[in-house]
């Protein structure tokens, strides 16, 4: 059973950061890619961030230079840094991973940029 745990969410004002976490229950670099993705209210799932077994990341154009994907092996644990919020930051952000063909999700955590 493959389990992706975020952490992290919160409340923060504008121009500020947080860092999110994606805990896994197997080695991340096992899988083919692992993404980030954000749901705002009202609007549909879109992706965020993501890093391929390569070593290869690609940002959506409205957190390029503002996020940024990291690792930790010996945690099993993917983060993204998150600066220089905006209130269209605002959603639940979800950790995503790709094994063997099947993706996984975890259940998210609400970011909420607001002063």
């Known amino acids: 059973q493959v389990q992706l745990v975020e952490s992290g969410g919160g409340l923060v004002q504008p121009g500020g950061s947080l860092t999110l976490s994606c805990a896994a229950s197997?080695?991340?670099?096992?899988?083919?890619?692992m993404g980030w993705y954000r749901q705002a209210p009202g609007k549909e799932r879109e992706l965020v961030a993501r890093v391929r077994q390569t070593g290869f990341t690609d940002y959506a154009d409205s957190v390029k230079g503002r996020f940024t994907i990291s690792s930790d092996s010996a945690k099993n644990t993917r983060y993204l840094q998150m600066n220089s919020l905006i209130p269209e930051d605002t959603a639940v952000y979800y950790c995503?991973?790709?094994?063997?063909?099947?993706?996984?999700w975890g259940k998210g955590t609400l970011v909420t940029v607001s002063s």
């Open positions: 995503q991973g790709s094994l063997y063909g099947v993706d996984y």
């Open positions: 197997r080695n991340i670099f096992g899988f083919s890619v």
